[in-house]
């Protein structure tokens, strides 16, 4: 059966993590280096398909100083966050921001194929 | 002592007076003053129109014109001031469609004054630009991105409600320049019809969109189905043979009268695929061959049969996207 996605009703902006509170009053947390190695923007996503760029990716999100994003609703159905350093473009999906929250992969394994350019 | 590398200017003495610009600096210039003057404007015209709507699709033929047409149409019938930017400058026809075939342009002072088409929704378009509908447009990059700036830039659209962008299919320059040039844009309509490679070219849209930075507001499936209206016995089973060797099965009412719907393509592809990228599903609409000769008789669908199926399932999507680029929409979230 398919998962339902409770709704997320807050988010915490913190020295180094978000704390996400879902309509259900489940808390959970994200950090900011796990949140932007997940970014599925067309320049970071691609960097993940292969473990060696994947783990460059991480250590260049993990060397920027951490600090409380701007975060900005894209529609209704995803978020954006702004950064000081380092790649602001990608559009979180509510989905994807709940996976990252349940630790899961949410790209699901699937490699990402450049289709847009 | 090493002389400095910086030069400086002593007006004691300039004995020849100010130095003149050459030609080409002057030209440069001018240009350069010009291109800020648009991009002013741009700014300005980002904020007189309340809400931008793109309306892209992967593949050509899935009937993103009369999608554009029909959302214009359909939010100037609940009385919003509303414009068409046709950015297809290579094969533009909305024109032909909103029934201005053959127009010219009003320019006064420097500024373009769109057509005024069906329910008084105002058309911007390359068309109006052509001596002969027959003449191709063949210009490269450059050429397309002034032309479309200047599309942006140096039209006179006044106060609108809903400015309703339609693009030539694919992810070329288009997108990327309007998105990059006309400020707070809603969001990007994508149209697909539920056949496989349509669909395909739908995902890379969204991909697309999110690589552009530009929230996409939902998926349109068109051509979702036909629906084939008959009289027959009344109360009685009807059996119709519909495509793909499938049986389609009805029964008609008391007065004979039965309707079916037939999936010319498939069904539903536009919705799984708007639930695989999780971006809103807006709706589907009909497989209608009406819109095919309104759009050649310049009277679209919604204006010739404001009561008909086509027409109420075009309500719904316009229902569908006000409700997603509504302002109230994120307000649920607290972010602190």
Redesign the interface.
Known sequence: MAEIMP???????RQSDFHLTYDNQQEYTITYHDLRHAC???NCAPLRNEDETSLTLRSQVESYKEHKPS?N??????L?FIWQNGCS???F????IWDLANRRDPDNGKQYV???? | MAESPISTHDPKNDSQGPVQPSPQQQKQMEQNYAQMKRKMAMQEIGRKIKHKIMVLSGKGGVGKSTVSTGLALSLAQQGHKVGILDIDITGPNIPKMMGLDNHRLHVEEGRIHPAKGHLGVKVISMAFLLDDADTPVVWRGPIKLGAIQQFIGDVEWGDLDYLIIDFPPGTSDEPLTVSQSLPNIDGMVIVTTPQAVALLDSRKSITFAESLKVPVIGVIENMSGYTLNGVTTANSPVEIAGPGGKTVKSTSDENGNFSVVLDIFKQGGGKSTAEDFGVPFLGALPFDPGFVRGGDDGVHKIVSDPEGASSIAFTKIVEAVQEQISDKAPSTLEII
């Open positions: 709704t997320l009703i807050r988010i915490e902006r599925p923007c067309a975060v609703p894209v529609g209704n159905y995803a954006n473009n990608g559009i999906r509510f989905e994807r450049h289709g847009a350019w």
